[in-house]
């Protein structure tokens, strides 16, 4: 699965360092300045301006696909496995594979509006039966304010929302910065070649910005970010979204709440206003729900549609309308957070009662202000997310709306805020009593710790000539050598969002030259050189370099494939032996699910293993260290992991001091 931002070989640019240039505009008879409260800032280009010029994902030749495959599975596989694998490769690129690759390409040619992943992908998700939770959400938290006083949990949510809300109203008045990874910044992030490209028509304005370098990300899915829902259906779900919803919706000790926060107008309401309205709702004395419903949101897809269906037979359609349509859920929880590792179960998962897991995103504040995103995963990849968290964060620290001190609006928010009061029945409320022991039980068998590697980061391994990523995944592979005694099947996601519609691709990080390196540093530290162990380093950085340049362009195997046997499946014929070879299931069973983020709001991310047996391990390589963030089941002890790939850390930079192994 695709976890977390997939961002890799992008590289976020990050929109928090541009500047805010004051300038009139006049919409609709009125007059606007950048100050202006209702908006983040105001793009000299519109956000929406390369959208129509994106270049297309491009399908990969088959005979490509099949050689990276081969490539990928080689570390993973003995010579007897391997030659049965290579056989069936080979059997399907001269066979069947021929035919479906014929049939994708020019189905591809006839659907340009979107990329041959898209639809695929989305059913995927979709029809996925299992809940959300653990398996699909991952979360991102924020870093705290700068100033401690701000991270009071009302003044903090007051500021979250109103930043939240600006974001929305200048991303749809088309007056958000597109979002543009800058090679050159010096000719391309500038007002003057931003006056000229706004000129350029839309269906050529990419090639203007390639021209300088610079290369526009597919925005398609920012729409979805704002009041949207998942909703749960019978075997294969559904994407809402209704732009009218003015309101937001609260949670707090299970109990669901909703206020407007824009007026008739589409305003933003004042700050004092929703402060006030917070304020209430956090003074509510109401007791924790007896039956809450947001657990249901835990459940099996399958068993949460016939409860959605019950709940709407017993009279509470309305109530989910509202729901479904407000801008995003609010999650003030009641708990204050001890440490790292308590932040990111609560994050992730939290107690199954104070959350809505449907919605397009959370944003949960605790009790002592500390903030995190927890996101649903089919509608997009974590980009616009990034995105969002980094404007709102921005926004938040430099420009708050309202203060420690700040008096709420002497205003009736009892009458503003309505309390979402559903009539549930004993079919319901076993319902929800059955799905908050699922979510116990699973929630119970997660495990997460954190490391942080203090010797080292981006600043030594950059002037070593290494890849920094590279380095990382390195020391994944080395680590779990260590603790297991083998090489696994590993997954880091990349974003495909230089293509319009792209989604991901995946990084295989598990290769030969990891396979050797690590044998070399983990069984034969004093077999061999400080040259001959740091040309081995070289070795993984350039391959895994070149592994990433290939997913960010769409060449990488894994979609390739996965279209392919969606084809095959959508006609009703046989999956060829490629697809039932046990080492296309091995391969697929990502032991090893790795997502990488940095950014100036986000402190941590994390995410649960795709598999039973597996890690999930959000990471991050910093200027001057390493940290990882990594969650298991009982099968894997994270624990001695984290021990492992820290030692590993250390003998990779012992040997870039020109020091040999002890």
Partial sequence: MAKLLSLKGIRYLDKCGSKVHARAITINGRSYSSQDSEYLHRSLVPSMHYQKSLPRLPVPKLEDTIRRYLAAQRPLLDDAQFGNTEKNA??????IGKQLHEELVS??????????????????????????????????????????????????????????????????????????????????????????????????????????????????????????????????????????????????????????????????????????????????????????????????????????????????????????????????????????????????????????????????????????????????????????????FKDTTEKPTVHPGSAPAAVDSASAVQRLQFNLDGELENGVLKAKENFDAAVSKLTIDAMEFKKGGKEQLKKSKLSPDAVAQLAFQMGFLRQYGQTTATYESCSTAAFKHGRTETIRPATIHTKRCSHAFVHEPGKHSVEELRAMLNDCSKYHGQLTKEAAMGQGFDRHLFALRYLANSKGEPLHSLYTDPAYSSINHNILSTSTLTSPAVSLGGFAPVVPDGFGVGYGVHDDWIGCNVSTYPARNVHEFLQCVHKSLEDIFTVLEGKPLS
């Fill in 90 to 95: 080979e059997d399907f690129k001269n066979g």
């Fill in 107 to 392: 189905k591809d040619k006839n659907n340009k509006h979107t990329s041959y992943i898209s639809a695929p992908w989305f059913d995927m998700y979709l029809s996925a039966r299992d809940s959300v939770v653990l398996n699909f959400n991952p979360f991102m938290s924020f870093n705290p304010d700068p100033k401690p006083e701000y991270n009071d949990q009302l003044i903090r949510a007051t500021n979250v929302v109103c930043s939240a809300v600006r974001f929305m109203k200048t991303l749809r008045a088309g007056l958000l910065e597109p979002e543009v990874f800058h090679l050159n910044p010096a000719k391309s992030d500038t007002d003057q070649f931003k006056k000229l490209i706004r000129w350029v028509p839309s269906s050529l304005s990419w090639y203007g910005a390639y021209m300088v370098n610079a290369y526009p990300l597919d925005m398609s899915q920012y729409f979805r970010l704002f009041n949207s829902t998942r909703l749960p259906k019978p075997g294969r779900d559904e994407l809402f979204t209704d732009a009218k919803g003015k309101h937001l919706l609260v949670m707090r000790k299970g109990n669901l709440y909703a206020f407007d926060v824009m007026d008739r107008d589409g305003n933003l309401l004042a700050p004092a206003e929703i402060h006030s309205h917070l304020n209430y709702i956090l003074a509510d004395e109401t007791p924790a729900a007896a039956s809450p419903i947001g657990v249901l949101t835990s459940e099996n897809r399958d068993v949460w549609a016939g409860l959605r269906e019950k709940l709407v037979a017993n009279g509470n359609g309305a109530l989910l309308q509202t729901v479904d349509s407000a801008l995003f859920c609010l999650c003030l929880d009641d708990e204050t957070m001890r440490d790292h590792i308590h932040i990111s179960h609560n994050m992730l998962h939290g107690d199954g009662c104070n959350r809505w897991y449907d919605k397009s995103f959370s944003v949960i504040i605790a009790k002592d202000g500390n903030a995190a995103i927890n996101f649903e995963h089919s509608w997009g990849d974590g980009v616009a997310v990034l995105r969002f968290q980094n404007e709102v």
